[in-house]
């Protein structure tokens, strides 16, 4: 899988609610297929994965700078064995990381997707860019896109994220989307506590 070149960011599109020191989610999930249709924004296309894109996943995969939030580098087994676990997801269910490219260059410049938390109901938003695409909105722009579409198809009452601590980068952009901290997460996997952050479907949307 590629890195979360901004670190570990996830967003939990409600379900049971998680063991933790975090408020108990809300709502009951929605199991209609995610569209699984290129999204375009000002500046970006959102689309599936595929093949031609394991060369540059693996190239964020195996930067020591952009793992540095997210347990280190991934060898090229391991980098091409989980992204095309998320092609076979996505093309299932819509759920998964999304390749998000460049509209300009078309050059593929991160990730940014919806899927499962590990052993949970609950639906997480991620992402990760290189780092040469960090600094310029890229992440603000396409989380925005996959906000949107979470709160339309999956019809949940509110988006929540964790962060690890260190990664203040990641934390802007959460605060920019509305994101307000609410807790701690003990995450099970970076033996690291992150933040907790939460935001609410606004009545009009």
């Not at 967003?11 to 699984?36: H, Q, Y």
């Not at 078309?106 to 695409?133: K, N, P, S, V």
Request: glycine share 10%.
């Amino acid at each position: 899988m590629m890195a979360r070149s901004l670190g570990c960011v996830k967003a939990v599109l409600r379900g049971r609610g998680l063991a933790g020191k975090f408020p108990a989610s809300s709502g009951n999930l929605d199991e209609t297929m995610l569209p699984i249709d290129p999204i375009t924004t000002r500046r970006l296309v959102i689309r599936p994965f595929d093949e031609g894109d394991l060369d540059a996943a693996y190239r964020v995969s195996s930067d020591p700078e952009a793992r540095r939030f997210t347990g280190g580098v991934l060898s090229r087994a391991e980098s091409d064995r989980g992204l095309r676990g998320h092609i076979d997801r996505v093309s299932q269910s819509g759920l998964g990381a999304r390749a998000v490219v460049q509209s300009r260059s078309h050059q593929m410049i991160g990730y940014c997707g919806l899927q499962r938390l590990a052993d949970t109901e609950e639906i997480e938003l991620f992402y990760g860019y290189a780092i040469h695409a960090w600094g310029r909105g890229f992440a603000t722009e396409a989380a925005t896109a996959l906000v949107d579409l979470g709160f339309r198809r999956l019809q949940t009452e509110r988006l929540v994220a964790i962060v690890h601590p260190g990664n203040l980068a990641s934390l802007r952009v959460l605060e920019k989307l509305g994101f307000l901290r609410s807790g701690t997460y003990p995450h099970p996997r970076w033996k690291v506590e992150h933040l907790f952050l939460e935001l609410r479907r606004r009545p009009d949307s």
